[in-house]
Every structure is written in structure tokens, then in C-alpha cells.
């Protein structure tokens, strides 16, 4: 088969997976929402009464756009675990006319999909809360669409590979408490990575191993301006690499899971 023979089955598996998608994107949307306005009016109206800034609830939308698809990881992860143990669609796929290493790039294309369509809403949702005190005059749109398009990329490949780690679905548990958890909360959710280096230097350097630094500091560069993030081309170069790496080995280690 050629490579238009398989961009055609591919276009095709991509389409059978939105059909699905289609019918549960509006309970998505409202888990979406629930999580958005619990946030942000937490942040914005209840947190200076304890004495943060009212801009701490800016900052904080900064890091819920850059963590929307992140939580749609699990629902990845669940998704494929059950499907191995019970009607195994897959292993159907992975056998088709087409380089096994193509199905995997369709989950990580649809993926990217699902996570892209949650995570855009986060930020005109936010913006019609807080109205003024939501300041998007440093915004980027170009660079915003670089770090967010690279960020659902990321977290597709990273289900993938997280997947690649489980065994069975009574170890679906951990991939909150394991590997999402810990990413996330130390990836600079509440704090700026300047912040952590201020603080303990070797602290700050040890979290640049953390891909999740890079999507939080990339993300609030864009919309809240570069100054007192990492430079926004260093974080879309290694959330790139990180990609690629987290891709290339998750898509190997699905194929020995699998016997392909």
C-alpha cells in the first residue's frame, strides 16, 4: 500500500473515533465547566481574603489552560485498558494493511483532538467571569497556538505511554496518584519557576526534568507576558522533545504489550 492508501485508512479510523466523541462532548463540556468557575471564582473572589493578589487569579488561568487536556489523560488511559481487556478493537486495527505504528499515531492524533477541543474554552470562559480584572493586553495568539497545539500533543503521547505501563485496570489507580499527580502539582500549577528557583536553586534546576514546567511556563508566557517566565521558545523546544521521546517509547513499549 502506498501512502495515500494509508492517510485514506487512517482518515477513516479518525473519523469512526470523532463519531464517538461526538456523543460525549457535551457532558465533557459541562465537566469542564463546573471545573473552570469552581477555580476561578475561588481564585479570583475567596483566595485575596487570605491574602494572595487579585492577579493570582490570572495566573491561575494561565495554569487551568495548560492543564485542561491533562485530565482527559485518565479517561485515555481507561479507555485503551478496558478495550484490552474486553473487546480488544485495537489488536483489530493492528491488523490492517498498515504499519502498526500508524494506530498508535491515530490515538495520539485523536487525542490531541479531544484534549485541544476542552483546553480552547478554558480561556473565553475565564475572560467572561472575571471580565477586567482578566488583563489579555500581553496576549500572543501565534505563540499561544504554538505552546497549546505542542501541549495537547504532549499530553496525547504521554497516554500512550502511561498506558504502555499498566497491566491491568485494578492499576488504573495509579495513574492519578503516580504519574499525573505528582507531574502536575509540581509542575508549577500555583507557582512560577522563578518562584522555586528563588527559593531553593537546586530545586528549581531538578524541576526542569518535569515536562509539565515547560507547559506552564510556555502557557503563561503567552498569555500573560514574557516577563517572569522561562523564554518561550526554550519550553516549546523541550515540550517538543519531550513529545517525541514519551511518542517514540510509548509507542514501542504498546507494541511489545500487545504481541505486534
Given amino acids: 500500500m502506498g501512502i495515500l492508501s494509508y492517510c485514506n485508512t487512517l482518515y477513516y479510523l479518525l473519523l469512526t473515533d470523532l463519531k464517538i466523541f461526538k456523543r460525549t462532548i457535551q457532558d465533557k463540556i459541562i465537566d469542564l465547566l463546573i471545573w473552570i468557575v469552581t477555580v476561578v471564582l475561588v481564585t479570583a473572589y475567596l483566595m485575596p481574603a487570605f491574602g494572595l493578589e487579585q492577579s493570582y487569579s490570572s495566573f491561575m488561568i494561565a495554569s487551568l489552560t495548560a492543564s485542561a487536556g491533562l485530565f482527559e489523560m485518565y479517561t485515555g488511559v481507561t479507555n485503551l485498558i478496558t478495550d484490552f481487556e474486553g473487546n480488544n478493537i485495537t489488536s483489530f486495527y493492528l491488523i490492517l494493511p498498515i504499519p502498526t505504528w500508524l494506530v498508535f499515531i491515530r490515538n495520539i492524533l485523536f487525542y490531541a483532538f479531544n484534549n485541544a477541543v476542552l483546553g480552547i474554552l478554558v480561556l473565553p470562559i475565564s475572560k467572561l467571569l472575571l471580565w477586567h480584572q482578566f488583563d489579555l493586553s ?12 505542542l501541549t495537547n500533543i504532549f499530553y496525547a503521547t504521554f497516554t500512550i505511554w502511561i498506558t ?6 485494578e492499576q488504573i489507580g495509579s495513574v492519578w496518584m503516580r504519574f499525573v499527580y505528582p507531574l502536575w502539582y509540581l509542575g508549577g500549577f500555583q507557582y512560577s519557576w ?4 528563588n527559593f531553593n536553586y537546586f530545586l528549581g534546576y531538578l524541576s ?6 515547560y507547559i506552564m511556563e510556555g502557557t503563561r508566557a503567552t498569555i500573560l507576558g514574557q516577563e517572569g517566565s522561562l523564554p518561550f521558545w526554550l519550553c516549546a523546544f523541550f515540550l517538543g522533545l519531550a513529545s517525541i521521546i514519551f511518542g517514540w517509547h510509548g509507542i514501542i513499549k504498546m507494541k511489545r504489550k500487545l504481541d505486534f
Fill in 138 to 149: 500581553q496576549f500572543s495568539l501565534v505563540k499561544f497556538l504554538i505552546i497549546f497545539s
Fill in 208 to 213: 526542569l526534568i518535569n515536562p509539565m514546567i
Fill in 164 to 169: 504502555s505501563r499498566i497491566s491491568s485496570i
Fill in 194 to 197: 522563578q518562584v522555586l528557583y
